[in-house]
């Protein structure tokens, strides 16, 4: 009586199992093929219950923080959730700088963190850790379960949180004890529907739509300014926009986050906007008369100065997460949903418009947006002698353009030049970790793209620098056979930081210089990978060739470049738009006056 | 353009709106850890907590309401909806200055002590202002007041000058006027 009740009301059949075996079959039931972790005390009869099964893979880590940048790149090139399975106390304490990259970049991850026994928590036990506590702020949210019968419901449930709305890290603390006990499992319901207090808005409100449509009609210098939203939204949000973008014929720029959204090699796509974006990004911004704002949140680096930021335009942002809209600039046409779907009302509203919209209107724009084109604002010195950095991506474009491709990147210079030079057509290839910075993000996020797409290139633009903060996950993907490509352009120094130091501490490189770099080539070695070196322009050919040809394990590629090359344009610190630094011809006097007092205190 | 205050690529340009004294109400899932969420949320994000009281108000859904009275600019105060709003457990924010004056009171124990006219004089304001007698003894009162902030600090500033020992205040419980709930 009391099942048939059950069924009824769309509860699921229940089952009775330990809490060791609820994470698994939560895994299996999620869909879940891989889990990226590393065992510790707290965890143990979880890793008992993945050695008893096939169903889900376990990729293992080098290090915690590993775990989670190998889960973003995995859930970003795939648009599935990417899990984490970790300790208590440091387990849980390094995943932490992971949990916050995925929740300034909105990655789904979700994180399970094994906890000391129940009645040990608060104790200061062997490797406890409050981790609620810790992860709290940079997750979108976390739970510590303490009733096995909690723990199937609040595991579905963390799914459903991370990927749905804007996506977002979520931590399951699971005590030991827990993990143990025996208890009733149930079967994801539709906790879409079911969720108490979380419900995200995905359609856009009509009226909000049919008024950007209309302010589009009317525009005469208007532009796209697209973010990762769209990219997280999937596939489709991408191919509405294309049709959105053709249809409308306006100009279009994105931020770091939301590369590939829109094909790069489509002449209405004006290259990346921002700090290192590119001319005719950055101006087309300044000048256009309507802004319309599709899954981006106007981010400082973006922005520039705010108060002189797209001074003259009208202002549309469409964001699923409303503390976006009207955060840093503040717009006249806010819309909260989803990218698809507004996309998808807004390709109606357009063609449902009384009169077609002339697209002879926009000549006059596209004229500017030429001439600013023609400055060709990523040109560099080039050289016979020394590899420019931007001529060993340009070469690695070449080798690579025809190819499935997957790119990730560390911080810094090299992955400004990767974001400018590279050329991406589709959405969820290019794997940056934009939002935190986090140097050390490339190498595991190659990894976890690799174990998902192990038949496509997978390449980790890297500096010499960065690459030394994750090194240790070489050993993984050696382990797991991964061919990732790992392309350091080495400088030499921490190549932004010497930069910043050039243009804003009066050439004083404090402590940016690494004296004392391994020798790649051996350390590529040592862990049983390929180790590869090309200093002079003239083999650089042969060596991308060369590297692209090995296969079943990773390669180090040390590619040395030019020492002191700077990334440009750059809009410096403290100016708008169109007060832009542009690239060979800068002087250190241009620099100096470009760059205000005010200007050289701010980070 | 002068150099100062200009703004720039790394800090939101100072803004010059006034800042607004705003009293929000919060409905939220009764579970541990989410008084730490919502303070921590203005903590993190720089905002300003006058005043911040809760307590279960549904037993039967197990929700708590919380009351924060902040002050910020226009901008701010909806930034900080926005975020409460998205925060998991958070089932709905009110801003219940915007949709009117509401009505917002504050309990208060206050501790005199004192001999004589001193003594005399405490009891005699108490009864002007409706506080009652909790505690007592030959040279003390515990005083219980309820009403707006205002009155509950006009009250203790007076008691100061008659033998204020100590002071414990509830913080503000807020509603909306008028027939609707939340």
């Given at each position: 009586m009391q099942c048939a009740f059950l069924l009824k009301k769309g509860y699921p059949m229940a089952r009775t199992m330990t809490g060791a075996e609820m994470v698994i079959k939560v895994l299996a039931d999620q869909g879940v093929e891989f889990v990226f972790g590393y065992p510790g005390g707290a965890v143990l009869p979880i890793y008992d219950e993945i050695f008893q099964q096939e169903k889900v893979k376990h990729v293992l880590?080098?290090?915690?923080?590993?775990?989670?940048?190998?889960a973003e790149g995995y859930a970003r090139s795939t648009g599935k959730v990417g899990v984490v399975l970790v300790t208590s106390g440091p387990g849980a304490t390094n995943a932490v700088t992971g949990l916050t990259d995925a929740l300034m970049d909105s990655i789904p991850v979700v994180c399970l963190t094994g906890q000391v026994p129940t009645h040990l928590i608060g104790n200061d036990a062997f490797q406890e850790c409050d981790t609620i506590g810790i992860t709290r702020?940079?997750?979108?949210?976390?739970?510590?379960?303490?009733?096995?019968?909690?723990?199937?419901?609040?595991?579905?449930?963390?799914?459903?949180?991370?990927?749905?709305?804007?996506?977002?890290?979520?931590?399951?603390?699971?005590?030991?004890?827990?993990?143990?006990?025996?208890?009733?499992?149930?079967?994801?319901?539709?906790?879409?529907?079911?969720?108490?207090?979380?419900?995200?808005?995905?359609?856009?409100?009509?009226?909000?739509?049919?008024?950007?449509?209309?302010?589009?009609?009317?525009?005469?210098?208007?532009?796209?300014?697209?973010?990762?939203?769209?990219?997280?939204?999937?596939?489709?949000?991408?191919?509405?926009?294309?049709?959105?973008?053709?249809?409308?014929?306006?100009?279009?720029?994105?931020?770091?986050?939301?590369?590939?959204?829109?094909?790069?090699?489509?002449?209405?796509?004006?290259?990346?906007?921002?700090?290192?974006?590119?001319?005719?990004?950055?101006?087309?911004?300044?000048?256009?008369?309507?802004?319309?704002?599709?899954?981006?949140?106007?981010?400082?680096?973006?922005?520039?100065?705010?108060?002189?930021?797209s001074p003259g335009s009208r202002k549309v942002h469409i964001d699923i997460d409303p503390s976006s809209i009207n955060k840093n600039i503040k717009v006249?046409?806010?819309?909260?949903?989803?990218?698809?779907?507004?996309?998808?009302?807004?390709?109606?509203?357009?063609?449902?418009?009384?009169?077609?919209?002339?697209?002879?209107?926009?000549?006059?724009?596209?004229?500017?947006?030429?001439?600013?084109?023609?400055?060709?604002?990523?040109?560099?010195?080039?050289?016979s002698d020394v590899i420019m950095p931007q001529y060993a991506l340009e070469r690695l474009q070449?080798?690579?353009?025809?190819?499935?491709?997957?790119?990730?990147?560390?911080?810094?210079?090299?992955?400004?030049?990767?974001?400018?030079?590279?050329?991406?057509?589709?959405?969820?290839?290019?794997?940056?970790?934009?939002?935190?910075?986090?140097?050390?993000?490339?190498?595991?996020?190659?990894?976890?793209?690799?174990?998902?797409?192990?038949?496509?290139?997978?390449?980790?633009?890297?500096?010499?620098?960065?690459?030394?903060?994750?090194?240790?996950?070489?050993?993984?993907?050696?382990?797991?056979?991964?061919?990732?490509?790992?392309?350091?352009?080495?400088?030499?120094?921490?190549?932004?930081?010497?930069?910043?130091?050039?243009?804003?501490?009066?050439?004083?490189?404090?402590?940016?210089?690494?004296?004392?770099?391994?020798?790649?080539?051996?350390?590529?070695?040592?862990?049983?990978?390929?180790?590869?070196?090309?200093?002079?322009?003239?083999?650089?050919?042969?060596?991308?060739?060369?590297?692209?040809?090995?296969?079943?394990?990773?390669?180090?590629?040390?590619?040395?470049?030019?020492?002191?090359?700077?990334?440009?344009?750059?809009?410096?610190?403290?100016?708008?738009?169109?007060?832009?630094?542009?690239?060979?011809?800068?002087?250190?006097?241009?620099?100096?006056?470009?760059?205000?007092k005010e200007g050289k205190v701010l980070v | 353009m002068s150099e100062k205050g200009t703004g720039s690529a790394y800090f939101l340009e100072e803004r010059k709106d006034a800042t607004e004294r705003h009293t929000f109400s919060i409905l939220v899932d009764n579970e541990p850890g989410v008084l730490a969420r919502i303070a921590s949320l203005f903590s993190g994000r720089g905002y300003n907590i006058e005043s911040l009281t809760v307590s279960e108000t549904d037993e039967e859904r197990r929700l708590s309401r919380f009351t924060v009275v902040t002050t910020g600019t226009p901008m701010v105060l909806q930034q900080i909806r926005n975020q409460l709003d998205r925060l998991v457990p958070v089932h709905s924010v009110t801003d219940l200055t915007t949709s009117g004056q509401p009505i917002e009171r504050e309990l208060a124990l206050v501790k005199v002590a004192g001999k004589g006219e001193k003594r005399i004089e405490a009891l005699r304001l108490a009864e002007i202002f409706r506080a009652s007698v909790v505690d007592t003894s030959t040279e003390h009162f515990v005083f219980e007041i309820t009403g707006k902030s205002s009155k509950i600090e006009q009250f203790i500033a007076i008691m100061r000058e008659l033998g204020l020992v100590e002071v414990s205040r509830t913080g503000i419980a807020a509603m909306a006027r008028g027939s609707q709930g939340l």
């Open positions: 880590v080098r290090q915690e923080g590993g775990a989670v940048h190998a702020p940079c997750t979108k949210h976390n739970w510590l379960v303490k009733d096995v019968n909690d723990l199937a419901r609040v595991l579905h449930e963390a799914f459903y949180i991370a990927k749905s709305g804007r996506p977002g890290p979520v931590v399951v603390d699971i005590p030991k004890d827990v993990q143990f006990a025996t208890g009733t499992y149930v079967t994801p319901s539709n906790t879409a529907i079911a969720h108490k207090s979380y419900r995200p808005k995905l359609k856009g409100d009509q009226p909000l739509i049919q008024r950007a449509v209309e302010l589009m009609a009317s525009a005469r210098k208007p532009i796209f300014y697209t973010g990762g939203g769209v990219i997280n939204s999937g596939p489709k949000a991408s191919q509405l926009l294309r049709e959105l973008v053709r249809q409308t014929g306006f100009p279009i720029t994105s931020t770091l986050m939301g590369l590939g959204a829109y094909p790069a090699s489509d002449k209405q796509w004006l290259g990346m906007l921002g700090m290192h974006g590119t001319y005719e990004a950055n101006m087309a911004m300044h000048d256009c008369d309507l802004l319309i704002n599709i899954g981006a949140r106007f981010d400082d680096r973006i922005t520039g100065r705010t108060d002189a930021f006249d046409v806010p819309i909260v949903g989803d990218c698809a779907y507004v996309l998808e009302d807004m390709i109606r509203a357009w063609r449902g418009l009384a009169s077609s919209p002339e697209k002879s209107a926009l000549k006059g724009w596209w004229k500017q947006i030429d001439q600013w084109r023609a400055v060709n604002c990523l040109k560099y010195k080039a050289s070449a080798h690579i353009k025809d190819r499935d491709t997957y790119i990730s990147t560390e911080v810094g210079q090299h992955q400004m030049w990767a974001a400018q030079f590279l050329k991406f057509d589709e959405p969820n290839r290019w794997l940056t970790s934009g939002g935190l910075g986090t140097m050390g993000y490339g190498l595991p996020a190659a990894i976890g793209a690799q174990i998902a797409h192990p038949k496509s290139l997978v390449i980790d633009v890297a500096g010499d620098a960065s690459i030394l903060m994750n090194i240790q996950e070489m050993s993984t993907a050696v382990q797991y056979r991964l061919p990732v490509k790992i392309f350091i352009l080495n400088n030499q120094y921490m190549g932004m930081v010497r930069q910043w130091q050039q243009l804003l501490h009066g050439n004083r490189y404090s402590e940016s210089y690494t004296e004392a770099l391994p020798d790649f080539v051996k350390l590529a070695e040592a862990y049983g990978g390929v180790g590869m070196r090309c200093d002079h322009p003239a083999d650089l050919d042969d060596a991308i060739k060369a590297m692209l040809a090995v296969k079943d394990k990773p390669v180090i590629f040390d590619c040395r470049v030019a020492a002191l090359a700077n990334c440009f344009p750059m809009i410096p610190s403290g100016k708008a738009h169109n007060q832009m630094l542009l690239g060979e011809d800068v002087s250190a006097e241009e620099i100096d006056k470009a760059i205000g | -």
